[in-house]
T-cell receptor, first 112, second 119 residues
Framework: DAKTTQPNSMESNEEEPVHLPCNHS???????IHWYRQLPSQGPEYVIH???SNVNNRMASLAIAEDRKSSTLILHRATLRDAAVYYC?????????????FGKGTRLSVIA | GAVVSQHPSWVICKSGTSVKIECRSL??????MFWYRQFPKQSLMLMAT?????????EQGVEKDKFLINHASLTLSTLTVTSAHPEDSSFYIC???????????????FGPGTRLTVL
């Protein structure tokens, strides 16, 4: 799977939007962009994923650059419960039973 | 979303003893389960891939005789840390992928993790 680059940490004020960037300049045409997050002392949980078009769900929005070399996870109103490590992961669904490979992610702190 | 459970959620053991961690997919069948390990302030590191009814595939540097994996059914995989030592203290997380032909086959669902402390 292609590598992703994320800032080590970010900070946000409560109830403000947060934009978490991810660079993936070596993404292939069949790689999906997945975002997971890991709350303290818990396993990762799925946030959102997309291929080319921007995606929205109840948790977040995913904005994908036109050239797909970068993407941004958008939390519309950060809450204290959103404090977590956010991982941007690329995966090709045609790659068989390969697992998700985690990078270092971005540690998001939310300030009340 | 699909649910994956782990048991126990935490365990403390003496050096030299063995510890078994169970991973169950509660509402789906998983032909493939993955085991990860996470040290403090670090990311998840894949340890092994487990396919139902066959031997697990271990990542480089992971001792298969120390970390025994059994995937005996489509809903259960176990990780046994044999002769545990303090350096094995870590957060162990399992993950399951639904079997081929089912909805969500390309998704991966994670358990809540098991914190192992070896004294």
């Amino acid at each position: 799977d292609a590598k992703t680059t994320q800032p080590n940490s970010m900070e946000s004020n409560e109830e403000e939007p947060v934009h978490l960037p991810c660079n993936h300049s070596t993404i292939s045409g069949t790689d999906y962009i997945h975002w997971y997050r890991q709350l303290p002392s818990q396993g990762p949980e799925y946030v959102i994923h997309g291929l080319t078009s921007n995606v929205n769900n109840r948790m977040a929005s995913l904005a994908i650059a036109e050239d797909r070399k970068s993407s941004t996870l958008i939390l519309h109103r950060a809450t204290l419960r959103d404090a977590a490590v956010y991982y941007c992961i690329l995966r090709d669904p045609n790659s068989g039973n390969t697992p998700l490979v985690f990078g270092k992610g971005t540690r998001l702190s939310v300030i009340a | 979303g699909a649910v994956v459970s782990q048991h126990p959620s935490w365990v403390i053991c003496k050096s030299g003893t063995s510890v078994k961690i169970e991973c169950r997919s509660l509402d789906f069948q998983a032909t493939t389960m993955f085991w990860y390990r996470q040290f403090p302030k670090q990311s998840l590191m894949l340890m092994a891939t487990s396919n139902e009814g066959s031997k697990a595939t271990y990542e480089q540097g992971v001792e298969k005789d120390k970390f025994l994996i059994n995937h005996a059914s489509l809903t259960l995989s176990t990780l046994t840390v044999t002769s545990a030592h303090p350096e094995d203290s870590s957060f162990y997380i399992c993950s399951a992928r639904p079997r081929s032909g089912t909805r969500g086959v390309n998704e991966q669902f994670f358990g809540p993790g098991t914190r192992l402390t070896v004294l």
